[in-house]
């Protein structure tokens, strides 16, 4: 069993700057691959970035790369999604997802978190 849980969402101006945190608890979770998803009303929950425990093997979303930087803290079992520049179409509820090794964030396998609101206003 593997529990997520999403913090640091909020209200911000466009241009601004916002950290999301992912605590992440249960066996084995450090070899997940961890990522965030975010989802639009009216739209379906897309893909924004995804990396390692070990730092490796990060992949970001064309919509956010260059603006959105995701990390973790392995002692902490935190993972982390720092956005700057943001923009009014950022705004979403924001995901966190764990991935057990070998399977797809779209598995039943996967763990996701409750998410957490990023709202950028004009």
């Known amino acids: 069993q593997v529990q997520l849980v999403e913090s640091g969402g909020g209200l911000v101006q466009a241009g601004g700057s916002l950290r999301l945190s992912c605590g992440a608890s249960?066996?084995?979770?450090?070899?997940?691959?961890m990522g965030w998803f975010r989802q639009a009303p009216g739209k379906e929950r897309e893909f924004v970035a995804n990396?390692?425990?070990?730092?490796?093997?990060?992949v970001y979303a064309d919509s956010v790369k260059g603006r959105f930087t995701i990390s973790g803290d392995n002692a902490k079992n935190t993972v982390y999604l720092q956005m700057s520049s943001l923009k009014p179409e950022d705004t979403a509820v924001y995901y966190c997802?764990?991935?057990?090794?070998?399977?797809?964030?779209?598995?039943?396998?996967?763990?996701w978190g409750q998410g957490t609101q990023v709202i950028v206003s004009p």
């Open positions: 997802v764990a991935r057990p090794p070998g399977s797809t964030f779209g598995s039943p396998s996967s763990y």
């Open positions: 249960g066996r084995a979770v450090n070899t997940y691959t």
């Open positions: 990396m390692r425990w070990s730092g490796g093997d990060t």
